[in-house]
């Protein structure tokens, strides 16, 4: 398969994944944001990368309302696009965007002490 395809469908399951997370009404899923998606070469399996705002707690309780609602979201990607298989989804905590703020805090403080 080409890799515009391949970048196309990646954007699409992103852009859709992002909409199915804002119908789910599990109360333990806090923020929840799809950060980014890998794509398999056959696209039969879906990893996602999700940033949850809050502690470790509630961004393992996020992670496990995500898991149970795995089915949920799958069928909905199947009925929102056209693929010949629907993938399977693997949801995956992503720490990028708490490691960039650390890393800027520890920017910000260097820059304080050398003043």
Same mark, same amino acid.
């Given at each position: 398969m080409s890799q515009f395809r391949t970048e196309r469908l990646r954007g699409q399951v992103k852009e859709e994944l992002s909409a199915i997370l804002?119908?789910?009404?599990?109360p333990r899923l806090g923020f929840a944001t799809v950060t980014s998606v890998e794509l398999s070469g056959d696209h039969r399996h879906v990893k996602a990368f !999700?940033? !949850?705002l809050g502690s470790e707690e509630e961004k393992r309780a996020s992670l496990e309302a995500l898991e149970s609602a795995t089915?949920? !979201?799958?069928?909905? %990607?199947? +009925?929102r %696009? +056209?693929?010949?298989?629907?993938?399977?989804? %693997?949801?995956?905590?992503?720490?990028? %965007?708490?490691?960039?703020?650390?890393?800027? +805090?520890?920017? +910000?403080?260097?820059?304080r002490e050398n003043k």
């Open positions: 804002r119908l789910l009404k599990d !999700v940033s !949850v089915g949920f !979201v799958r069928t909905e %990607i199947g +009925k %696009i +056209k693929m010949r298989h629907t993938p399977d989804i %693997i949801f995956r905590i992503d720490e990028s %965007i708490e490691h960039g703020a650390h890393i800027n +805090k520890l920017l +910000k403080d260097i820059g």
